[in-house]
């Protein structure tokens, strides 16, 4: 890789200003290196390509790996990129984000807006390690390099015949690794809802609320019941002790505020994520009742939240509480981060906690799109395990888990 890279350093000022695909430096940008990064990261997810420019040649050429699951070009999304300098003395690695969303959604204001969501996903960045935050410089007086430089989060530079082979390879995966915490984060498939979701914390930005309840009633109303629940579970539940994957980051994107993101889709996925955890605790309940030598009371677990949002929980399963077969209540919490986000709780779950305290659980299921998913169980009153927000009731773990 090292020695790619100086070739292109070395000899691409010498190249035609018209592209010829049939250069040795146009098979290095578009072929050869992009071919080596994709043997080093080793990830299906992961999509690399090279551009010399078309036509005339470019001033800034460039090497991007998206994750495809958030970005398809380089004109949209969030990705990684090597870009070189106008004069070849040097190239840089960033994190960077696509201008032509931010142009079309902002008009004067894009690189404005770019910068406001730059610098939220700089502040979340748990480490920056070796890369640097301060500006890029490209040598450049062309419109797309400005962008280029405009749009880039972090970056690192390596100047001409000063940079090896490990430092190159380390430093990619560094990054890969900050680019992947990142996506993990991501509920939406639209980096321009993931956009629009940081910019609404901003004034500017802001618009009326939409209602959600509303959003989630209409779509339980129309929804065919086979085109939301789903088939596919070939997944498995892996009990874990609270606190272990907990995390505060991110927190505009895994708690939006909804305000101009389609708010259907939203509440869709939310709702499949929903019924998908319920359904994968019903299955749990039956084996653990069988387990436990409950088997006679496996058949009389039920899910009530399927006929009736107004109970305060979502399955009626049994326990032994003091030696005996009791009736138990359980609500289940589900996202699809792999991390265990803050979760929204009702007024009327945190009522019937109370009052059923000693019989009530939590479920609380994450990462629940993978084929491991994550759980763990708490009893008692929701505010006596968890950290309530009193205005969104957006509940963290606080303690121990209770069996």
């Not at 015949?161 to 890969?176: A, G, M, P, Q």
């Not at 505020?257 to 509440?267: E, G, H, P, S, T």
Request: net charge positive; with cysteine.
């Amino acid at each position: 890789m090292q020695k790619l890279f100086q070739d292109i350093l070395d000899n691409y000022l010498l190249l035609p200003k018209l592209v010829s695909n049939s250069s040795d430096v146009y098979d290095k940008l578009t072929r050869l290196l992009p071919n080596e990064i994709s043997k080093i990261l080793n990830r299906n997810d992961l999509i690399v390509k090279g551009s010399i420019g078309q036509g005339v040649k470019s001033f800034n050429p460039w090497i991007s790996i998206l994750n495809k699951n958030i970005a398809i070009s380089t004109q949209d999304g969030l990705y990684i990129c090597y870009l070189f300098r106008k004069d070849m003395r040097g190239f840089y690695l960033v994190l960077m984000q696509g201008i032509t969303y931010f142009t079309s959604a902002y008009k004067s204001n894009k690189y404005k807006a770019a910068k406001l969501v730059g610098d939220y996903f700089l502040k979340e960045i748990a480490d920056l390690h070796q890369f640097s935050n301060k500006p890029i410089d490209l040598n450049t007086d062309s419109n797309r390099g400005k962008g280029y430089e405009k749009t880039t989060i972090i970056s690192k530079y390596y100047p001409s015949n000063k940079f090896s082979e490990d430092e190159l390879i380390h430093d990619l995966e560094t990054l890969t690794n900050i680019y992947d915490e990142i996506v993990s984060y991501f509920s939406y498939s639209n980096y321009e809802d993931i956009v629009k979701e940081v910019l609404a914390y901003e004034d500017s930005y802001n618009n009326p609320k939409f209602n959600v309840d509303k959003a989630s009633k209409l779509i339980k109303d129309v929804l065919d019941e086979n085109g939301v629940f789903p088939n596919d579970f070939n997944r498995k539940l892996i009990q874990v002790v609270p606190k272990i994957d907990r995390t505060y980051k991110f927190r505009r994107l895994t708690n939006p505020l909804l305000n101009k993101i389609d708010y259907l889709k939203k509440c869709k996925e939310d709702l499949r994520v929903g019924l998908l955890g319920e359904k994968l605790i019903l299955s749990y309940e039956k084996e653990r009742l069988i387990k436990s030598n409950l088997a006679n009371y496996a058949d009389k677990i039920e899910w009530v939240s399927s006929r009736s949002d107004s109970f305060g929980f979502d399955i009626k399963s049994f326990d032994l509480i003091d030696s005996k077969p009791t009736p138990i209540q359980i609500e289940v919490k589900s996202t699809s981060c792999k991390y265990d986000i803050e979760f929204p709780v009702s007024k009327s779950e945190v009522n019937k906690s109370k009052e059923l305290s000693k019989t009530y659980f939590v479920y609380r299921l994450y990462n629940i799109n993978s084929t491991d998913v994550k759980f763990y169980r708490v009893k008692g009153a929701i505010e006596d395990n968890f950290e309530l927000d009193p205005i969104t009731y957006l509940a963290r773990y606080r303690g121990l888990i209770n069996k």
